[in-house]
């Protein structure tokens, strides 16, 4: 797994979330989270404005929201 892929794969998430393809976007949550296993919905949100569009979908898919 390429750390270079997660943001391409958190817009992949969304489409699948918007699309309906819950388990398909499940697959690309756990494929990010083993990569990057802290990141959270949170994270991303503050990486930038345009991934802060994509949050809802995120957490459906199974990113966690923030850090416990």
Do not use: M
């Not at 976007?25 to 959270?40: I, N």
């Amino acid at each position: 797994s390429n750390p270079d892929l997660v943001v391409p794969r958190l817009s992949l998430i969304a489409v699948y979330e918007q699309d309906g393809r819950h388990e398909e976007s499940q697959t690309l949550v756990r494929e990010v989270l083993a990569v990057s296993p802290r990141l959270t919905v949170e994270e991303v949100v503050a990486r930038g404005p345009a991934l802060g569009d994509i949050a809802n979908e995120l957490r459906n898919a199974g990113l966690p929201k923030r850090t416990e």
